[in-house]
């Protein structure tokens, strides 16, 4: 982004505070270059203090924008949509949507204007500048894709995808991080039953998950293949493990994945 240019972040709940405060830390904006609105306004009050523009007024903080990002949930969009279109430019803007299970053409169906959409999936560690960020188009240009990317890389690792596979990333990496943390949740509270108090079992059952996730990134190896270095002959890992399995613990990922895969498809009505 250039010192010019402007974005205007609507629904400024979880996701779109996180983005913006990303933004602003990696130096890629100042505050006063971001617009933030929800209804309740003063929830955003400490942001207006630190030089970001608060309102709760869609159309003003769309017609002062270079790129917009959607931000609201899937059932509040079209009300948003409805609400912006009269200050929208098409041949001037990108719309940059976070929102699950709406495709860009169908916030184009619904505005009824060709404007380019880019769709991006972040997930909660976005708040730490860690999200895992899937990004898919099907009619931004390579100059707003490229412009999309380096956005959420401030937040995290970007990668692009087809459209049609959005859905099946919502359940994967935005969904995936609650699954991951309820695995670490569980490993805690037998942690917890083996002897240790609640918190350093949390503490130990967390880092553990972080090496395992590291030992895949840094070392680029397969899951098997570092199981397999656990796994003595005879011994107490191979026993827990199996047994694990025998329970279906890989089966309830995959299943719980399916499912929620499923769902995301689902989650907005076209005619609200
Ligand atoms: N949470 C997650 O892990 C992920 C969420 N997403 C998607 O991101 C979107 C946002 O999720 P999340 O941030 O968790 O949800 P939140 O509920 O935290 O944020 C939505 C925000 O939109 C505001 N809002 C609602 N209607 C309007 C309106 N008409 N104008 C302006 N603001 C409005 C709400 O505030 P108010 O009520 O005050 O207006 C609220 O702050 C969703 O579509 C979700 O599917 C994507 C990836 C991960
Ligand atoms: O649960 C949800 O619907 C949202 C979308 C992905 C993560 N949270």
């Known amino acids: 982004m250039n010192a010019q240019q402007h974005i205007s972040i609507l629904g400024s709940g979880n996701i779109g505070l996180s983005l913006a405060k990303g933004l602003v830390k990696k130096g890629i904006c100042k505050p006063q270059q971001i617009s933030l609105t929800r209804r309740n306004v003063a929830a955003l009050a400490q942001y207006a203090e630190q030089g970001y523009h608060v309102s709760d007024n869609n159309l003003r903080a769309v017609r002062k924008a270079d790129i917009i990002v959607l931000a609201v949930l899937p059932q509040q969009l079209n ?45 909660t560690a976005i708040a730490i500048g860690h999200s895992m960020t899937c990004i898919a188009t099907d009619n931004g240009t390579n100059k707003n894709i490229n412009m999309t990317k380096s956005l959420f ?23 995936g991080i609650a699954f991951f943390l309820r695995s670490i949740r569980a490993a805690s509270q037998g942690g917890t039953e083996i002897g240790f108090h609640a918190h350093d079992a949390l503490k130990m059952a967390a880092q553990t998950a972080k090496g395992a996730a590291d030992l895949l990134l840094q070392l680029a190896s397969h899951p098997e293949q ?22 279906g613990f890989s089966s309830a990922m995959i299943k719980g994945i399916r499912l929620s895969a499923e769902k995301a498809g689902d989650l907005y009505k076209k005619d609200s």
């Open 79 to 123: 009300k948003l949509l409805d609400e912006i279109k009269p200050s929208l430019k098409p041949d001037k803007q990108l719309l940059i949507s976070v929102i699950s299970g709406v495709s860009c053409a169908d916030i184009r169906q619904h505005l009824d204007l060709n404007v380019q959409v880019i769709r991006a999936m972040p997930n």
């Open 153 to 175: 890389d401030t937040v995290g690792v970007t990668i692009q995808i087809n459209e049609e596979l959005m859905t099946s990333a919502t359940a994967l990496c935005a969904c």
């Open 226 to 247: 570092e199981i397999d270095k656990v796994t003595s002959p005879s011994g107490c890992t191979i026993a827990g493990l199996n047994e694990m399995e025998h329970h």
